[in-house]
């Protein structure tokens, strides 16, 4: 071969790198939202699961997606879609992510339990923005349906917050009859950072469950018990530049023992991204007095350009400043 | 064999192995995938490109992705190639012929051990598969010089 003809083939190499550099560029981030909302209009249901979940990795600028995944999240049909719409809006739009919560709370009460167990799943999929969802859900912690328990169950540890009525729930479950409804719940204290002094009771009654995989998975739920949260771990992954909701869920389990994280926390605030605000504020109001050097940053957070944050925000500020006032 | 005649199919035989394994390291975990579609999940051809279509740039499948990495060994193979085929003495038929083996015997080992481990990926899946994606390049890269030796040696008993 000659020189050229080397240097050809390799300049070809080049110009198909570049192309599929190109190919790559064109199909991700905001540039693949218009060719998402298609799918998710399309009616091939793996598309439009797949397009939701793409959806809620690009995130905030996919705020074009919206409406369709409104429209999805709240339609007639399957409810795995449902679940997969609802859990892309957290990311993109909290208030859209809020109207798919109050569609689906009344369902809770529904009489077909068909429907009582596609809302608590689709509240699970919402997440720590389903808040305002927990107290209807631990009113159906006794529903004559097991499915619809473990679902509650598993919706609840998703939700997280406020940590400490989610923390009743689970305890409840617990002493569920119905052994899938112990195994949902136990679960949520072996992978979640759940733990408090009667939940570890309740877990080592459990180890001797006359289930046996029940019995397994409280043995190491009680293990997971006996390894604290480390604290500056999840300050570590705070630095990092990820998806930062779970080390702030965290922080929000350990309640005021997480209060060495309230300046990292603080800079949080001013996050680009809505639901690491909201999840910030919600931290810092479990954290409660100790959080108070946060106190002016919530202040100026009260004027947040989204609704749901600034209910967050004045959530926490009355959290530290009504428990301080009322701390000798 | 006249000078113009083995230049020519020297140029041929580099060319084709140099594009071969570019096109086949980037195709092989796309192919996989809708051969397993077709195989193991009595999948239409239509479906299998379909489904790979869809998965291309999912997030948590990226097919894309894993084509690029699994290229990656293969467009420095190639690079080799070009170069150690493409300047070798055309006339040189006992030379060119043991580097031709030991091109050959590397080019289908890569191409078979990463066909193997793409289709054992997705015909018996495992939550912990995705690594195999994520090693594969460091063991084709591995695999290369001890492929190539084997290969030139075949070919000093081949070209005497």
């Given at each position: 071969?000659?020189?050229?003809?080397?240097?050809?083939?390799?300049?070809?190499?080049?110009?198909?790198?570049?192309?599929?550099?190109?190919?790559?560029?064109?199909?991700?981030?905001?540039?693949?939202?218009?060719?998402?909302?298609?799918?998710?209009?399309?009616?091939?249901?793996?598309?439009?699961?797949?397009?939701?979940?793409?959806?809620?990795?690009?995130?905030?600028?996919?705020?074009?997606?919206?409406?369709?995944?409104?429209?999805?999240?709240?339609?007639?049909?399957?409810?795995?879609?449902?679940?997969?719409?609802?859990?892309?809006?957290?990311?993109?739009?909290?208030?859209?992510?809020?109207?798919?919560?109050?569609?689906?709370?009344?369902?809770?009460?529904?009489?077909?339990?068909?429907?009582?167990?596609?809302?608590?799943?689709?509240?699970?999929?919402?997440?720590?923005?389903?808040?305002?969802?927990?107290?209807?859900?631990?009113?159906?912690?006794?529903?004559?349906?097991t499915v619809v328990r473990e679902r509650t169950v598993r919706a609840l540890g998703a939700i997280v917050l406020p940590t400490d009525r989610v923390m009743g729930g689970l305890l409840q479950a617990l002493r569920d009859p119905e052994w899938t409804v112990r195994y949902a719940a136990v679960m949520q204290f072996s992978f979640s950072g759940f733990s408090s002094p009667e939940s570890l009771a309740a877990l080592r009654d459990l180890t001797k469950d006359s289930n046996q995989p029940v019995a397994r998975l409280a043995q190491s739920a009680v293990t997971a018990a006996e390894r604290p949260t480390s604290i500056p771990v999840q300050l570590l992954m705070l630095d990092q530049p990820v998806d930062r909701t779970y080390p702030l869920l965290q922080l929000a389990k350990l309640g005021p023992?997480?209060?060495?994280?309230?300046?990292?926390?603080?800079?949080?605030?001013?996050?680009?991204?809505?639901?690491?605000?909201?999840?910030?504020?919600?931290?810092?109001?479990?954290?409660?007095?100790?959080?108070?050097?946060?106190?002016?940053?919530?202040?100026?957070?009260?004027?947040?350009?989204?609704?749901?944050?600034?209910?967050?925000?004045?959530?926490?500020?009355?959290?530290?400043?009504?428990?301080?006032?009322?701390?000798? | 064999?006249?000078?113009?005649?083995?230049?020519?199919?020297?140029?041929?035989?580099?060319?084709?192995?140099?594009?071969?394994?570019?096109?086949?390291?980037?195709?092989?975990?796309?192919?996989?995938?809708?051969?397993?579609?077709?195989?193991?999940?009595?999948?239409?051809?239509?479906?299998?490109?379909?489904?790979?279509?869809?998965?291309?740039?999912?997030?948590?499948?990226?097919?894309?992705?894993?084509?690029?990495?699994?290229?990656?060994?293969?467009?420095?193979?190639?690079?080799?190639?070009?170069?150690?085929?493409?300047?070798?003495?055309?006339?040189?038929?006992?030379?060119?012929?043991?580097?031709?083996?030991?091109?050959?015997?590397?080019?289908?080992?890569?191409?078979?051990?990463?066909?193997?481990?793409?289709?054992?990926?997705?015909?018996?899946?495992?939550?912990?598969?995705?690594?195999?994606?994520?090693?594969?390049?460091?063991?084709?890269?591995?695999?290369?010089?001890?492929?190539?030796?084997?290969?030139?040696?075949?070919?000093?008993?081949?070209?005497?």
């Open positions: 071969m000659t020189k050229r003809q080397i240097w050809l083939n390799l300049g070809g190499l080049g110009v198909l790198m570049a192309l599929l550099g190109l190919v790559y560029w064109q199909h991700t981030g905001i540039r693949a939202v218009p060719g998402l909302i298609e799918d998710l209009q399309s009616q091939d249901r793996q598309a439009q699961m797949l397009a939701a979940e793409g959806l809620k990795h690009i995130g905030l600028p996919a705020q074009a997606a919206v409406p369709a995944l409104l429209e999805l999240a709240t339609s007639a049909g399957r409810s795995s879609l449902h679940s997969e719409a609802a859990g892309a809006l957290p990311t993109i739009d909290l208030s859209a992510a809020r109207r798919v919560m109050v569609h689906y709370l009344p369902k809770l009460q529904d009489p077909d339990s068909q429907i009582r167990r596609d809302a608590a799943s689709v509240l699970g999929a919402l997440g720590p923005v389903a808040r305002p969802a927990v107290q209807g859900l631990i009113g159906i912690l006794n529903d004559s349906d023992r997480a209060a060495e994280a309230v300046p990292k926390l603080t800079s949080l605030l001013m996050s680009e991204l809505p639901l690491e605000r909201y999840l910030t504020a919600s931290t810092l109001e479990s954290i409660g007095p100790a959080a108070k050097e946060a106190v002016p940053a919530l202040q100026q957070a009260l004027h947040d350009a989204d609704p749901v944050v600034r209910e967050a925000v004045a959530a926490a500020l009355e959290s530290i400043t009504r428990t301080a006032s009322t701390t000798p | 064999m006249t000078t113009d005649q083995s230049t020519h199919r020297l140029t041929l035989f580099t060319m084709l192995v140099y594009w071969g394994c570019i096109l086949l390291g980037l195709g092989i975990p796309w192919l996989a995938t809708m051969g397993v579609d077709v195989l193991k999940h009595n999948q239409s051809l239509a479906d299998a490109a379909h489904h790979l279509d869809l998965h291309l740039f999912a997030p948590g499948y990226n097919i894309f992705l894993v084509g690029l990495l699994n290229a990656v060994p293969f467009v420095l193979f190639a690079i080799f190639v070009l170069f150690h085929m493409g300047l070798a003495p055309a006339l040189d038929r006992k030379l060119c012929g043991r580097r031709a083996a030991g091109v050959l015997v590397t080019a289908i080992g890569m191409i078979g051990l990463s066909a193997w481990t793409h289709v054992m990926t997705l015909w018996f899946p495992d939550a912990q598969g995705a690594l195999a994606y994520l090693f594969l390049p460091f063991v084709l890269l591995g695999l290369m010089p001890i492929a190539y030796a084997l290969g030139r040696g075949l070919g000093s008993l081949i070209f005497r």
